[in-house]
């Protein structure tokens, strides 16, 4: 019986990393794309420090993963997965992960980069695209409303309420002169949100 030095301290360095790595109570999520730094910023920047990413290939402790990510997905991977195919190795997990009946969440889409150039019919397929990958479980990744915002105008009109409601805010909070306009306040009450003062 002959044993593979090598294979021997890679199996005990990999028990021990194991052991020495506290353990986390957080969920884990795959990204699914290689390992970058401005990815991981990307993502870590949209999710937030709740989850433990992993990602396409890394070996993962946890048995199953709470999200499945994708950075980007340009308009060619787009394309294919929306008729139900995936050229590459990670296109082919997505394809899979859709397959399982798993929720897979995109940042950006690429096609969106040519809104100002694209001819109407063609933009207008890739919205298409998407919206057929949303029937497959593909959705795109929608940051948690801020409970609270903050405005900096001296006029507070019913624009600024109405925004502030489109990015699911519960609160205004404006700067103590602020002028408050009575269609503000009243968008305010019809909308449930709250105008407070700063000190």
Do not use: W
């Amino acid at each position: 019986m002959s044993i593979d030095i090598n294979e021997l301290v890679q199996s005990i360095a990999t028990e021990v990393l194991k052991q020495l790595k506290p353990e986390s109570n957080k969920a884990c999520a795959l990204v699914l794309a290689e390992r970058d730094c401005l990815v991981a910023e990307k993502v870590r920047n949209s999710f937030g420090d709740e989850y433990e990413y992993y990602f396409f290939g890394e070996e993962a402790p946890c048995a199953e993963f709470s999200r499945y990510i994708v950075p980007s997905l340009c308009v060619c991977e787009m394309s294919d997965l929306a008729v139900g195919k995936a050229h590459g190795k990670i296109m082919t997990e997505v394809l899979r992960q859709m397959l399982l009946g798993h929720t897979v969440e995109v940042l950006s889409f690429g096609y969106e980069e040519y809104s100002q150039t694209a001819p109407g019919p063609l933009y207008a397929l890739y919205q298409q695209h998407e919206k057929t990958l949303q029937g497959f479980g593909m959705k795109r990744f929608q940051p948690k409303a801020p409970e609270s915002l903050k405005v900096r105008e001296s006029l507070i009109t019913e624009k600024v309420v109405s925004g502030a409601a489109a990015q699911g805010a519960k609160e205004l909070v404006v700067l103590p002169a602020a002028m408050v306009t009575p269609l503000a306040e009243e968008a305010a009450k019809e909308l449930n949100i709250n105008i407070s003062k700063t000190l």
